[in-house]
């Protein structure tokens, strides 16, 4: 499997845009997760989804936030409008939690970059 | 709630030098820990793992032991190399939930 993918690597956006992350789930799993990174906040998680569902979007910093898993393997994460302060690493990791297991595999993060 | 505390970096060592990294953690129930590893430009990646109390979690010649009286899990080199230079990360799942917990990460710098 060729792990969990993330697109782009990198976004340069201007304020005020519209941008769209992506995210493929490796094949099977059954949780997806958001996690925002940041030099002064460090990793926090923004939302997971189990089966498809999202179970809590507690960290979803403000309703410019969404996040979406239409089917089990694909999940966008969109900021609408984009602000300064959303620059940041954006990743998304899947886990399969039928057994209890939480083990969590990431991707290699999305660098966002909004000027 | 829970939460991970972890001690701050950087840790600045020279190679062969002997490595510890504190985690201690905060949880209601029996919590399955962890320690991540990121290298710079990459994504996270699991080091090694613990699910139960005097579980020692290895890999790589990393070592963690899951204290639950001291609700600790330290992690342990013998003898660190330049390769080991990253960001580590301790973290909690609480048992029958499925997202991690994580700690604020502290930094390795490992000179030859």
Known sequence: DAGVIQSPRHEVTEMGQEVTLRCKPISGHNSLFWYRQTMMRGLELLIYFNNNVPIDDS????????????????????????????????????????????????GQGTRLTVV | GNSVTQMEGPVTLSEEAFLTINCTYTATGYPSLFWYVQYPGEGLQLLLKATKADDKGSNKGFEATYRKETTSFHLEKGSVQVSDSAVYFCALSERGFQKLVFGTGTRLLVSP
């Open chain 1, 59 to 106: 960290g979803m910093p403000e309703d410019r936030f969404s996040a979406k898993m239409p089917n089990a393997s694909f999940s966008t994460l969109k900021i609408q409008p984009s602000e300064p302060r959303d620059s940041a690493v954006y990743f998304c990791a899947s886990s399969l939690t039928s057994t209890g297991n939480t083990e969590a595999f990431f």
